[in-house]
């Protein structure tokens, strides 16, 4: 055991785990911790067949290798009837014997991973289509075969039992008032020698009777004469969108009768707040002309403490009391309550809650106090600051004590004289402020009650989108008056909890233990820092199972007229799969990769033993019985014929592969190593090699050629009766001379690999269909260039696809501002969310005169490091950008009048 561990861990590159124990070894295999099991046949209590039908009985398919010295017929055939994936008989060369058994190790877990890599690829693609309501299907014009994907049964209201339908059936399911467009624009693609078609129509689906919209795209495959061969399609039920916009419409409607309403000369001001009555530029603009004269930082703020204008913050508020959670409350509190009770056109200094002097004077409008006009962040002359407390609130809170002592020094030294003269200034800017003219007011109170009703409209779509954007995923609402949460079927699922109304206490028991407190935290927060909202990636514990999922948790939050929460809406993201499967698809290439480079490695060793065996005459015979013994133990079919084509080596790997044992093949000539292949004696590969011949060449396909070794693949053979590919390999064999003394051809399998790597390639052509037909722009960037893009996206940007790719993500805004702005944005949310999404404008196909509004999300394909790829989705939303242009534009008319 232990030499095998040794070589297989030094020359095979793998990690070996022995003993000598089968009950132990039958528990560490039920671990799933392993990709190959190789066992012995004879061991103490329990034989390697006993323990591999253990394994089989528990549901365990891991490969399983017989390695013993026990070579009945008997034993082997038990072996491979009950589930073993490979049998070696010991004996032997010790190197060649391990050899043997690496090269097995290396196909059995290789084809093993082939085919889970096939299956959940399948798996990702029907997860895919569920998620966005795309369905996808196949019609393969020269046998009428018709299949659809789950996900186009589900959009249709069809049993998958039924099958797919015929063309007169799926008609009878179009809208009757479609019916004759749709039949017509398919006619017409396959008519007319067209590369697919688009139609947005109207089905019934057959379970409910109800009216769905979708959305068709198609393209063929044509053959040379221009006639379809295969048609790929997709469906993409789009009826949530086109209700979305049915409501938006509505919403936009009520937004211009409540405009409407509003325009009456008398009217109650007490609903209007500071920023909607204040002139914000005109009083920036003027704020910060005073601190550019005076080097004074001046802010206007609200009761609630929301600061609307402010000018020359100085560092210690801006990168540290500001930023921190508790100095944050320190400077609202300040803002709040040590300003209250300052008389109308009066000011008063006051050494705020984090040891900085300010002043303020009230803004009072129609009795009402509603804000204020602070000066502030100094200190007196003719105090020296004690440096010591500060350094104590700089350690207490966690910032960086040099850096915040800087920014105490640079806090501007005020004396009384020049204190005196801002608080004048400032009495006179609150005044200023607070006799705004009724006609302001009025104004004003127009406007407040114009963007309430824009933020009503605002909040309706932001409702429809998160509508379709957790479509397919799990929904919970908060109500935190009656402390009911209440869970849709979706979200019950995901956490294994029951449909319906639960305490919160029964979510928070499901966090996973290193995520609660953060979960929490983060909850609480937002519920009293003032926030919409929140979002969170976490795992959870599913309720009965016991099993660990990462999910995406998002909550928005409903606020009374007191600041209060109220209601919170929400959704719960299950994300697990595509987690565990980014981590499986980086792990299989490295050991993909890893196998790919000892495999050479392995084949540059035995081609430096072939050309070693020339080198002196006295090793000739010694070279030549080691030759034959690596032959004889090669993991490949191999056999060596002599000048005259006489076999003269058939090793154990073609005993078995043909089931012609090596004495009835030695010292055979005339071709007779064809015969178990091709039924026929006939010249081979190791004929040509031999003795070349252009005739013989026609008859392979010649892979590859590296000096006189050639390769080919055939599928022609039939090795012991059975279909099958084959790779060969032929090479020449020379004497001392130079001169050609025989040949030798190797014979590897290779049927599963090729099935596997069909199925793949089937599966790749799916989701590059998909990809392409897709209705949203989506394109793939590294390092912020395309390097792909779908039809749709060079549609939206005014592109071709080649003038796309390898172009810069800056072309998506109007300009370099733009595009740094949005850039410092999104890789902000990218690091709290894992994602962005944000608005822009861009000029399409690089034109000044034609703009184009776009939505655009993206999601990292590697959080870890940005620049390795990023997925994006655009969306065209310059019609919608339009209509909100118009709204706003028949609102101020409404507001002047």
């Known amino acids: 055991l232990e030499i095998a561990r040794i070589f297989l861990e030094r020359a095979g590159g793998m990690a070996v785990d022995t003993t000598p124990d089968p009950r132990e070894a039958l528990r560490l295999i039920m671990s799933d911790r392993y990709d190959v ?15 591999l039908k253990r394994i089989r009985g528990a549901g365990s398919n891991v490969p399983f290798i017989i390695f013993t010295g026990r070579g009945r017929e008997e034993v082997v055939i038990e072996a491979l009837n009950s589930g073993a994936d490979f049998y070696l008989q010991k004996g032997g060369d010790p190197k060649s014997q391990f050899f043997e058994l690496a090269n097995a190790i290396r196909q059995v877990a290789g ?4 085919e889970a890599e096939a299956r959940r690829t399948g798996e990702m693609l029907h997860k895919a289509e569920r998620l966005a309501h795309l369905g996808s299907w196949e019609f393969d014009h020269r046998t009428g075969e018709l299949v659809w994907s789950e996900e186009t049964y589900r959009i249709f209201g069809r049993d998958p039992r039924d099958g797919a339908p015929a063309y007169e059936e799926f008609l009878s399911m179009v809208h009757p008032e479609d019916r004759a467009r749709v039949d017509a624009t398919y006619s017409a693609s396959i008519n007319g020698g067209s590369s697919g078609y688009e139609i947005e129509h109207r089905i019934y689906r057959a379970d409910t009777g109800e009216v769905r919209h979708v959305v068709e795209r198609c ?65 920036q603009s003027l704020l910060n002309d005073f601190h550019a004269l005076t080097g004074i930082s001046v802010a206007i703020i609200d009761t609630r403490g929301r600061v609307l204008i402010n000018a020359g913050w100085q560092e210690i508020c801006a ?113 200023f402020i607070s006799r705004l003219s009724y006609a302001n007011i009025t104004l004003a109170r127009s406007l407040a009650e114009r963007d309430a009703l824009v933020r009503e409209r605002e909040e309706t779509a932001n409702k429809l989108r998160r509508a379709q954007e957790i479509a397919h995923v799990g929904s919970w609402e908060f109500d935190h008056t009656t402390g009911r949460l209440t869970w849709s079927e979706e979200a019950a699922r995901i956490s294994g909890l029951s449909p319906g109304d639960h305490a919160a206490d029964d979510y928070f028991e499901l966090l996973h233990p290193e995520d609660r407190a953060a979960v929490r935290s983060l909850h609480s927060r937002s519920l009293n820092d003032g926030s919409g909202g929140y979002e969170i990636e976490h795992r959870i514990i599913r309720a009965g199972t016991g099993e660990v999922r990462y999910v995406i948790e998002r909550g928005e939050h409903q606020r009374d007229e007191s600041g209060r929460v109220v209601r919170t809406i929400g959704m719960v993201h299950d994300i697990t799969d595509r987690k565990l499967a980014e981590l499986e698809v980086m792990r299989r290439h490295e050991e993909l990769q890893a196998a790919y480079e000892q495999l050479t490695a392995i084949e540059e060793e035995l081609r430096s033993s072939f050309d070693d065996l020339g080198e002196r005459e006295r090793q000739l015979r010694e070279s030549e019985r080691r030759l034959a013994e690596i032959i004889e133990f090669l993991p490949d079919a191999a056999f060596v014929i002599d000048a005259e084509g006489r076999v003269i080596t058939w090793n154990r790997a073609i005993e078995r592969l043909t089931g012609v044992p090596k004495e009835e093949m030695l010292g055979r000539g005339d071709y007779a190593y064809a015969v178990p292949f091709y039924g026929e004696a006939r010249p081979v590969l190791i004929d040509y090699v031999l003795k070349p011949d252009k005739a013989l060449q026609n008859r392979y396909e010649i892979l590859g050629r590296e000096g006189d070794v050639l390769e080919s693949e055939t599928s022609l053979a039939r090795p012991a009766g059975r279909e099958a590919i084959l790779r060969l390999r032929a090479s020449p064999l020379y004497d001392l001379e130079g001169r050609r003394a025989g040949a030798i051809e190797t014979i590897r399998e290779v049927t599963e690999q090729r099935r596997v790597e069909m199925e793949l390639r089937k599966t790749a052509e799916k989701m590059a269909g998909i990809f392409r037909a897709a209705p949203i722009g989506i394109g793939m960037t590294v390092n912020e260039i395309f390097t792909e893009a779908n039809d749709r996206l060079c549609e939206i940007l005014g592109y071709t696809r080649d003038d796309l790719i390898g172009r810069h993500v800056s072309l998506l805004f109007p300009g370099e501002d733009e595009y740094e702005a949005a850039r410092r944005e999104a890789l902000a949310r990218v690091e709290n969310t894992g994602r962005f999404t944000f608005e822009t404008v861009s000029r399409r196909g690089g034109r000044t005169d034609d703009l184009v509004f776009l939505e655009v999300s993206g999601t990292p394909l590697d959080l870890a490091e940005v620049s390795h790829g990023m997925a994006l989705t655009v969306q065209d939303i310059t019609e919608r950008k339009a209509m909100e242009r118009e709204i706003e534009y028949h609102a101020r008319e409404l507001a002047q009048q």
């Not at 040590?338 to 056109?345: H, Q």
Request: aromatic residues 6%.
């Open 319 to 431: 990168k540290f009391h500001r930023v921190h959670p508790a100095t944050l409350r320190n400077c609202i509190e300040s803002d709040t309550h040590l300003s209250t009770g300052i008389a109308p056109g009066e000011a008063k200094i006051y050494r705020c809650k984090n040891n900085l002097w300010d002043v303020a004077s009230p803004i009072v409008v129609g009795g009402r106090h509603i804000g204020n006009v602070f000066m502030g962040q100094f200190l007196l002359e003719e105090e020296k600051p004690d440096y010591e407390v500060f350094r104590m609130q700089a350690r207490r809170h966690g910032f960086d004590e040099d850096a915040y002592t800087a920014a105490l020094d640079a806090v501007p030294r005020l004396s009384r004289k020049t204190v005196d003269s801002a608080i004048s200034f400032l009495r006179e800017a609150a005044v």
């Open 111 to 114: 084809r093993q991973r082939a």
């Open 219 to 283: 393209e063929h495959t044509l053959d040379i004469s221009g006639r379809p061969i295969r048609s790929i399609g997709m469906v993409h039920d789009v009826t949530d969108a086109k209700e979305a916009q049915e409501r938006l419409k509505e919403s936009e409607e009520r937004v211009r009768a409540k405009l409407e309403s509003i325009l009456s000369p008398e009217g109650d001001i007490g609903n209007l707040e500071l920023a909607d009555i204040i002139d914000v530029p005109m009083i």
């Open 37 to 51: 099991i190789v066992s012995d046949y004879q061991m103490p209590e329990m034989d390697g067949i006993t323990l």
